[in-house]
């Protein structure tokens, strides 16, 4: 048996019931396996590939918190610190009740690649609790970060694991949790990123998800001959990335017709209007029926449909396998060019499979997405200097980042014979930097 296929194998026996887990170890090494097969008899010998999935530390506590009634509840507190080989650990903390030790690892896994692929010194860790932040009030929002960060202080600082926000963590729970780190701690570091500006944060970390993807999308359809300019292009989402990746498409020169929310979705086949959708979602935080008050020129439909509207560019930006096998056959029968994941996981396996294989440009969410976690690096490195960058620094440095991304897979897969095959790609080119600096740094 192959060295990929054994420690695949030893991976499901000792992590049972953590099917995520499984699945991200097993997309990342079947990508790398072309480079593990020529290095086999090396690797084995320094238990490489063993190394890579097994986590370097995972931390697991007990976070009590008393509700407004003046109950106690005990939640679940993870924080896998996965890979520091190229830097401190780095990635966010998502409080949502359908969190485990197994989702926990699987996203931690694939941060390490992702960190790596943004060409910055930041290394793999997630974390999170099971807890809802859903229908609780101000004051146990606090209670319960406070709490946390209580027990998790021990493990992170400015210099060995920075945490950020993800599902459920937004600013204001990134607040609360500073707030008790610097006072448990007594140290006014840059210990989590996407913190508000009055104590920290960076300007542009809001926009860096959206405009990250389409400075990638731009690029990849330069390298192709190709450009912006004239596309017609379909969003799903009206978050945080897809508000923002609608607003850098049109000022790229592309109409972008759709947008969605977890009700339906809104065709404005006169390009979306991004201040009202700002409004609605942002300001109002409403349902995206209201667009038609407006735009009453656009459609709003139940359900999803967005897949269905003939595009050239397509950008899943809101939430994971939600680009399905049909679609994916609708999107290339109405000649889809390319489809870049804002979003975690947005496409099906099998969607991913049938595009490649119908010569759509697929760039996956590590890669695409990446400009997020970027940016969050460029908050560390302004929290370091004690400085704050103008807009215009960050979107500079964030721009050459997706830039150099783009090559950087590019170039990883016609080195290994998959030309135009980006998932490998990523893969390749976040793990050869890893196995760089594992290397180097001996066995540990
Ligand atoms: P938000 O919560 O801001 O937005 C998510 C959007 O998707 C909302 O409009 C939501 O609708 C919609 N949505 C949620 N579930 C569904 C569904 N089942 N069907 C259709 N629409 C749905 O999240 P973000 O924009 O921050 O994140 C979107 C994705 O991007 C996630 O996968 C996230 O992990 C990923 N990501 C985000 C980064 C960031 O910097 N924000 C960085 C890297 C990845 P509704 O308004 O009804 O809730």
Known sequence: MSYVDEIIEQVIEKNPSEPEFHQAVREVLDSIRVVVDANEEKFRKDALLERLVNPERQIKFRVPWIDDNGNAHVNTGYRVQFNSAIGPYKGGLRLHPSVNLGIIKFLGFEQIFKNSLTGLPIGGGKGGSDFDPKGKSDRE?????????????KYIGADTDVPAGDIGTGAREIGYMFGQYKRIRGLFEGVLTGKGLAYGGSLARTEATGYGLLYLVDELLKSHGNSLEGKTAVVSGAGNVAIYAIQKAQQLGAKVVTCSDS??????????????????????????????????????????GVWSIKCDIALPCATQNELHLDDAKQLVANGVLAVCEGANMPTTED??????????????????????????????????????????????????????????????????????????????????????????????
């Open 351 to 444: 969607a991913t499979k049938y595009l490649q294989e119908n010569g759509v440009w697929f760039v996956p969410g590590k890669a695409a997405n990446a400009g997020g976690v970027a940016t969050s690096a460029l908050e560390m490195s302004q929290n370091s200097e004690r400085l704050s960058w103008t807009f215009e620094e960050v979107d500079s440095k964030l721009k050459d980042i997706m830039v150099n991304l783009y090559h950087n897979i590019d170039d990883a897969a016609k080195r290994y014979g998959f030309e135009g095959n980006y998932v490998a790609g990523a893969n390749i080119a976040g793990f050869e930097k890893v196995l760089d600096a594992m290397n180097a740094q001996g066995i540990v």
């Open 263 to 304: 009700t339906g979705w809104v065709y404005d086949p006169d390009g979306i209007d991004v201040a009202a959708l700002k409004e609605i979602k942002e300001v109002k935080r409403a349902r995206l029926t209201e667009y038609k008050n407006y735009r009453p020129n656009s459609e709003y439909h139940e359900g999803r």
């Open 141 to 153: 929002i606090m209670a319960f970060c406070q709490s946390f960060m209580t027990e998790l202080c």
